[in-house]
């Protein structure tokens, strides 16, 4: 799908307020109603808006601790790593997993948790028992600097 700088500014504003109203969007991007409307349906439909979700304050759900953590593979086998995508994807507490590559680790997670004595137990008790982890390194952050969830659209001007 082709995007005119009417769907850019759509994207912009949805990536800013998942919440705002199609009046308020097609205000917004200088359309009547139901074009704007039409124009989000196809953006949709074409997969570049994937779905629109409330993002929760992790601070205040007491969800304290966020642990990036390298987990290398005992073998690069596909049934391996097919079993090891599996797992993890059961684990509420792990909120992105990545396959990479340039590091001595197979796997990043990004985890999410109340404190320290929940992160020894979910390490101990889940990560560390799944079938071909041999090596785990957890990395913790102190304060972050940026989060963002919008991606950026500068490299799609028409």
């Known amino acids: 799908m082709k995007l005119d700088k009417i769907d850019l500014k759509i994207l912009r504003e949805m990536q800013r307020d998942g919440t705002i109203t199609n009046l308020e969007l097609a205000e917004q991007v200088g359309l009547s109603p139901s074009p704007c409307a039409r124009r989000v349906k196809q953006l949709e439909e074409s997969g570049i808006i994937d779905r629109t979700v409330t993002l929760l304050n992790p601070s205040q759900l007491g969800l304290k601790l966020i642990a990036l953590i390298q987990i290398a593979m005992d073998r ?38 109340p404190d320290m004595e929940y992160y020894q137990e979910f390490l101990l008790n889940k990560i560390t028992r799944i079938k071909g982890v041999s090596d785990v390194h957890s990395s913790f952050i102190m304060r972050q600097v940026i989060h963002s969830t919008e991606l950026p659209l500068n490299h799609l001007q028409p």
């Open 76 to 113: 690069h086998t596909p049934d391996r790593f097919e079993e090891f995508e599996r797992q993890v994807a059961g684990y509420p507490e792990v909120v992105e997993c990545s396959l990479i590559t340039g590091q001595s680790a197979d796997y990043l997670l990004k985890v999410i948790v």
